[in-house]
């Protein structure tokens, strides 16, 4: 090859490219880390000679020994309350990592496409032996660019578009397909749905959830009953003030935020749960019990999600050729409180 191309900062990706095979199997050729056939095996290495693509000795030498630090990877921003949320998650990691003597990292990527291949890339440099993920990018081909080291990955709470790997979730059409149920069989028909926008699995299900409760049910779908918006506490509560004046009876909204500014809303018009609107909202946080009335919620299993997810993560690194991946849903409850 010409030489401008060989001084080019070569990657793995470039090598994979070219030889029409995956960065994985890149990296298995290099590492020996998995079985590739000799004849996958010839074709890499001859590319990687065309190239001049010399991988990292110091970094294969180290990558081969185990650190046993897992890497864990949250989406939350400033004024977000899943903080809460996402450190039960941790904490359900940590309980089962410690006990087979494995450290956690924690990083945050304040939902933001950029700071999170930011830090996949800081885990890359840390060598740990696995990353556990709430992923940002809605595509899993844009965090798959920068997994050059391609240690074990498991995702949690949400799926990128192409990923098939690991993951650990939780139920979310279930979740709100039951609180929805709850309030027609509580009496209400007039039922609105708040939440952030559409695009992440996560607020997709949880639509989806709510359209086919009232569908199985014979309540007609209504587009004045349904707001989406941003996911903040101001966006809740104006998006609350709308539906009020398109006369709902009851309310169930499918983002933790937004329900704090909904109940502000509420109470600042001078209206009664459930008297004058009954209130579900996704996911059970401490606020959520000294409300008046306390508030009913979808309560995610967050600690058991952690424990799934670093069982998922272990298994992998410890049986790196099982190919099947797991595919883990997690059930969402209905916590039943005074507000409908």
């Known amino acids: 090859m010409g030489s401008s191309e060989s001084k080019k900062n070569i990657r793995i990706k470039d090598v994979a490219e070219r030889a029409k095979v995956s960065t994985a199997t890149v990296s298995h050729v290099i590492n020996g880390t998995r079985y590739v056939s000799p004849k996958v095996t010839e074709k890499v290495e001859k590319v990687m000679k065309e190239l001049d693509y010399r991988p990292n000795s110091a970094a294969r030498s180290l990558r081969s020994t185990k650190t046993n630090t897992i890497g864990f990877l949250i989406p939350v921003k400033e004024d977000d309350t899943s903080k809460s949320f996402f450190m039960s998650i941790a904490e359900g990691i940590e309980a089962n990592l410690n006990s ?138 104006d998006l609350t003030e709308k539906l009020i004046t398109n006369n709902i009876d009851s309310l169930f909204i499918a983002n933790n935020i937004m329900t704090m500014g909904s109940i502000k809303c509420i109470n600042d018009n001078g209206l009664l749960m459930p008297k004058d609107i009954a209130v579900i909202g996704y996911d059970n946080y401490d606020w959520t019990k000294i409300t008046t009335p306390p508030l009913s919620v979808v309560n995610q299993p967050a600690f058991d999600i952690g424990f799934k997810a670093a069982e998922c993560i272990l298994n992998r690194i410890n049986n790196k050729d099982q190919i099947k991946a797991n595919h883990i849903k997690l059930k969402a409850h209905l916590k039943i409180r005074k507000s409908i």
Not at 136 to 159: A, C
Not at 213 to 225: G, Q, S, T, V
Request: proline share 2%.
């Open 100 to 237: 087979k003597g494995y450290n956690l990292i924690l990083s945050n990527s304040k939902e933001d496409m950029q700071e999170e291949i930011k830090r996949i890339k800081m885990f890359n440099t840390q060598l740990v032996d696995g990353l556990i993920l709430a992923p940002t990018n809605n595509n899993f081909n844009h965090i798959q660019e920068v997994l050059d080291n391609q240690f074990p990955i498991v995702m949690i709470d949400r799926l990128p578009l192409n990923y098939k790997g690991d993951y650990v979730l939780v139920d979310n059409f279930q979740g709100t397909y039951d609180g929805v149920s709850k309030l027609v069989s509580s009496g209400y028909r007039k039922i609105g749905f708040i939440s952030s926008e559409l695009g992440i699995t996560t607020i997709n299900e949880r639509y989806e959830g709510y359209k086919q409760a009232l569908k199985d049910h014979d309540i007609e779908f209504n587009e004045k009953f349904i707001e989406l918006g941003l996911s903040t506490f101001q966006s809740g509560y």
